[in-house]
């Protein structure tokens, strides 16, 4: 296992899970993470922005075409996503940590 | 007049432009002709609109694909008009044919009219609301087409607006519906009598509602300021700003996925401590772990499901589900931008089986969730590699700490420069071909398969273990009870030895058979019964968790077993394991998928499967459903159908079997043993899937609505699962007919339901014996009619058709507490027939009907 999925898997206490299960649940709480960054970035795109992101999204664009897009077009787009990143991390600690043992 | 317009304008884009050109002159013209205004505001005027005729050709542009787009609403409108007097046509005849197959008791016309009608669906909001709009537009052409680009404009306005109110009123309208049906058509529930389930449920939807008002407020109080309403859901909501009711909501809905979590882990434990089978020894009050997980095991085990099916459910299900409903306060352009970025991102970069990208590596896998879970790319200059600086500020967050305390420096070096890497590569789009090609390399070496360890292999392994030692345990305590029934019935020696050793899942089955003939020698080694008397050891078998209740093989006596014995298992034949799933709704193929989902699971290594799971796997599923007999393209009734709760799955030899719930019986499709598995075609009942295309209206009166026939069967439907697949792009799409079809018992209504419980409860207590039952049930004759016969003395000359009346009116008397009408002067005394109809009412009312049927 590489470095950072390792990290990844030992913050969000995956590692007790089979590596395919740990990576599954990574692909989805990185779309639940998407889905909070995308609520806050797609109003504050210009109309032309949003026409040329539905232009991406309905050529099916490639993830590194859309996260450049987004970079580029959404003011603070690195900051939007560190700050739903950690929201999310300390929402779910709150919530586990008083689950079980 | 206003037809002729529009037709034109459909026909003919460049007729509008004359039309708007003239208008524009007109414009002119009138502003010459307002006498307030100045000459310098008169030339103001006119030179606006010239330069808005000359210089902004887009608008213009616009305003023209408005305008066809106006004409194919109303041309929309009308089609649909059409189609719905079809589908009234339709659903009055459906309606009609049901309400006659009721009172002809023809189960097999309800059942294939409940088919037939399965994928009824709600009418369209918006496409009402446009109607609605379009009829009003049509009304005012003359005066539209004057103020064209204006009337236009609002009338879209208009448009979303009233779409948006008959949304609303809408889904209110369905949700209501539902929350009936789901609750038997009582009360809503008090807080206390909410299951914890339905508690979550509520107060995620109240929390969903505070954050839609609290928006509304604060978009209200800034619409003041120039266009700050649109930057509301871009700007992080800071805690100050959050106001203390929707505060109070977030808390009290995470209480109440706190609580649900705690109760799927309790609920988990008691499971898994539940197969733990214990052997308490009277003489010293000790007791050993004799079947089942180890407390290490169920702790593992516990660690396990926690970190998936708990986080699953209550933090991405529940997250998922929370945005699902604020995504709605979106508008309706970046609503649909939102749909369509989720649904690329779940189904095309992360759904390898839809997936156009070819992930030669898993770079960019790891990349996208790297940023996304960590937000660690946060960190870095743009295009640039971090600094030290950088690294310093990442390591001391609290999102590092998992790292900082198990990495060390030379690691957590290489984490900066992995992660910079994978930044660069999905951030960096200037970068040229080749060297976008080294960074994928690079990236490629990095994330490498084998670079992968083994821990996660052995805990795979380990789980796997688990689950097998939870079924063994299972089985163990089956047989447990049985022989310690057994033993209490005097059989007490029977089989000890086979609990004391352990028992493997094929042993077991040997003795739950021989526990019904418990004659039988059972191959194990014989048991010395004077020997194991003379130890004379009064040992008690309990199970560990709930022990108050739950155990159903506590303080038995078992004599049988030396002190201190932890029996050891026979090694379990890990390549024949036992598979199960059960029948889809989604279809034949849906359920081998998830069949072959699960034996991917069970078999890391496929090779060792045994010879027909292995060809089971190989083959494509669509073509395993045609070789299993359960889709038949050539055929009309080309799907198979089995009753929900029916089974499909591989046993402990290695044959596949479907179970029928209907009739009980298990059908072997695919023979397991030798090198060549043989097939056996299902020959269970098919039907028709294309019957299945009708449309719903709410205003048919539930005793004529098609949702509400009764049968239970679901349909192993391969049209349906093709649909589905369709339907999967997008998770908001409305739900198919296979979703209709397990939903639509919920969908019956009561009176149906207490009707079909009349029908089949005088079915039950007369057969057909019609004569007798239509001279009893509306008889007004003195000893006949229902308060007479309630009270009926039975002896034993009574005759049993009248014994099952008295004793069934009794009944209905003591499950609801009606007493049937006496005679007054005015009315006739309640016949038989209207007090126990009058009863199942009242039964369903109290949601006690299930009491009353026979």
Redesign the interface.
């Known amino acids: ?5 390792k ?2 898997i ?13 990576e599954e ?20 795109m210009t109309e032309k922005d ?1 026409d040329d ?2 232009k991406i ?2 050529n ?9 897009f987004l ?1 580029e077009r ?1 003011k603070d787009f ?9 929201k ?5 600690s ?3 940590d ?4 | 007049m206003a037809k002729d317009k529009f037709s034109k304008i459909k026909t003919d884009p460049e007729s509008l432009a004359k039309g708007l050109s003239n208008l524009i002159k007109a414009k002119l013209e009138n502003t010459e002709n307002i006498p307030d205004l100045t000459k310098k505001e008169k030339t103001y005027k006119a030179g606006e609109s010239v330069e808005w005729e000359i210089n902004k050709p887009t608008e213009r542009d616009d305003a023209f694909q408005k305008a066809e787009k106006i004409v194919d609403f109303k041309e929309e409108g009308e089609k649909e008009r059409e189609i719905n007097e079809k589908k009234e046509k339709e659903r009055k005849r459906l309606a009609n044919e049901f309400k006659k197959a009721l009172r002809n008791k023809d189960k097999e016309k309800i059942r294939d009219l409940y088919i037939r009608s399965a994928g009824i669906k709600e009418p369209d909001p918006f496409e009402l609301a446009k109607q609605r709009v379009l009829d009003n537009i049509e009304k005012n052409t003359e005066e539209n087409f004057k103020n064209f680009d204006e009337k236009i404009d609002a009338a879209y306005d208009r448009t979303e607006k009233v779409a948006k109110e008959v949304e609303e009123k809408f889904n209110k309208q369905i949700q209501d519906l539902k929350n009936k049906i789901d609750s038997g058509f009582k009360e809503p529930k008090t807080e206390k009598e909410r299951t914890i389930e339905e508690d979550l449920n509520h107060k995620r939807t109240e929390y969903a509602e505070g954050y839609k008002k609290f928006l509304a407020d604060r978009k209200k109080e800034a619409s003041w300021y120039l266009n700050l309403s ?7 909501i800071k805690e100050e700003d959050t106001p203390k009711f929707l505060k109070d909501l977030e808390q009290e809905y ?1 209480k109440a ?2 609580l649900f ?2 109760k799927m ?1 309790a609920e988990k ?1 008691e499971e898994l401590k539940g197969n733990q089978v214990y052997m308490k020894i009277a003489k010293t009050g000790e007791k050993n772990l004799i079947g089942g997980p180890s407390d290490e095991e169920v ?2 085990e ?3 499901y ?3 099916e ?3 459910k ?3 299900e529940e ?2 589900k929370l ?1 699902a409903l ?2 709605e306060n ?2 309706v ?2 609503k649909a ?2 749909k ?3 649904d ?3 189904k ?3 759904d390898e089986s839809k997936s ?2 070819k992930w030669k590596n898993r770079a ?17 200059p ?1 295009g640039a590699s971090l600094g030290a600086g950088a690294l310093a500020s990442y390591a001391g ?7 900082a ?3 060390t420096g030379q ?1 957590a070096n ?2 900066f420069e ?2 910079t890497k ?1 930044y660069n ?5 200037k970068t040229s071909t080749e060297r976008r090609a080294e960074q994928e390399k690079e990236l490629a070496k ?2 490498a398969e084998d ?3 083994t ?3 052995k ?2 392994k380990e ?1 796997s273990e688990i689950i097998e030692r939870e079924r063994k345990a299972k089985r163990e305590r089956l047989i447990t009870k049985s022989l310690i029934t057994l033993a209490a019935g005097g059989l007490a020696s029977y089989g000890m030895g086979s609990l004391a050793h352990g028992l493997s899942p094929e042993q077991a089955n040997i003795n739950e058979n021989l526990t019904q003939r418990p004659n039988i020698h059972t191959g194990n080694t014989p048991v010395n019964h004077e020997q194991l008397q003379n130890q004379n050891i009064q040992n008690e078998t309990i199970g560990k968790i709930n022990s108050n209740e739950t155990s159903a093989i506590k303080t038995e006596e078992i004599k049988n077993i030396p002190k201190g014995t932890t029996p050891e298992g026979p090694k379990i034949k890990t390549e024949f394991k036992i598979e199960e799933v059960k029948i889809s709704s989604k279809g034949a193929i849906q359920t081998i998928e998830n069949l072959k989902e699960k034996i991917r699971t069970d078999y890391p290594d496929i090779s060792k499967a045994p010879a027909s799971v292995q060809e089971f796997m190989r083959t494509n599923s669509t073509e395993e459903a045609i070789k299993l007999g359960f889709y038949n393209p050539n055929s009309p009734s080309e799907s198979a159908m089995l009753l929900k709760g029916s089974t499909l799955g591989f046993d402990e030899h290695g044959n596949l079997t479907v179970h029928d719930i209907k009739t009980g019986k298990d059908s072997i499709l695919i023979q397991g043993e030798g090198n060549k598995p043989r097939i056996e075609q299902y020959h269970g009942q098919m039907f028709d899937s294309d019957q299945n295309t009708h449309n719903i209206d709410n205003n048919i009166p539930d005793d004529q609505n098609p949702y509400a026939l009764p049968p239970q069967e679901d349909a192993l439907n391969n049209n349906a699962i093709e649909q589905n697949n369709i339907n999967t792009q997008s998770e908001y799409a409305v739900p198919q007919q296979e979703d209709a079809i397990v939903n639509s018992e919920s969908m019956i209504s009561p009176e149906i339901k207490i009707n079909q419980t009349y029908s089949e409860n005088i079915n039950y207590l007369f057969g057909d014996k019609n004569v007798l039952w239509e001279n009893l049930k509306d008889s007004h004759a003195p000893n006949l009619t229902a308060d007479k016969m309630i009270n009926y003395s039975i002896t034993d000359g009574t005759n049993e058709d009248t014994k099952k009346l008295v004793n069934y009116l009794n009944k209905l008397h003591e499950v609801t507490g009606l007493n049937p009408i006496e005679k007054t002067l005015i009315n006739p005394a309640e016949t038989n027939s209207e007090y126990i109809l009058r009863a199942i009412q009242k039964a369903s009312e109290m949601g006690e009907l299930d009491k009353v049927k026979l």
């Not at chain 1, 999310?88 to 779910?92: E, H, I, L, R, V």
């Not at chain 2, 967050?397 to 790292?403: D, S, V």
């Not at chain 2, 590569?425 to 789009?429: A, H, S, Y």
């Open positions: 296992m590489n470095p950072i999925e990290n990844i030992e913050v969000l206490e995956l590692e007790n899970l089979p590596r395919e299960e740990a649940i990574l692909i989805r709480t990185g779309a639940v993470i998407y889905e909070n960054v995308l609520l806050r970035v797609m109003e504050t949003q992101f539905e999204l309905d099916e664009g490639k993830p590194e075409e859309i996260f450049s970079k959404v690195e900051k939007i996503v560190k700050e739903e990143s950690e999310f991390k300390n929402k779910t709150n919530i586990m008083q689950i079980g043992g | 649109r930057k509301i859901f871009g700007s992080k995470e996925t706190i979590g705690k882990y434990e702790k593992a516990l660690k396990r926690k970190a998936n708990i986080f699953t209550i933090i991405i997250q998922s945005n604020k995504v979106l508008p352009k970046e931008l939102w369509k970025a989720l690329l991102y779940s095309q970069w992360f156009k990208i960019a896998k790891i990349a996208v969730t790297t940023l996304l879970t960590t937000g660690i790319v946060a960190f870095a743009s967050t609290k999102l590092a700490r998992g790292i305390g198990s990495i690691t290489q984490i992995y992660s994978a590569w999905l951030f960096n789009k990095i994330f670079s992968f360890d821990s996660f292999a805990n795979k789980y």
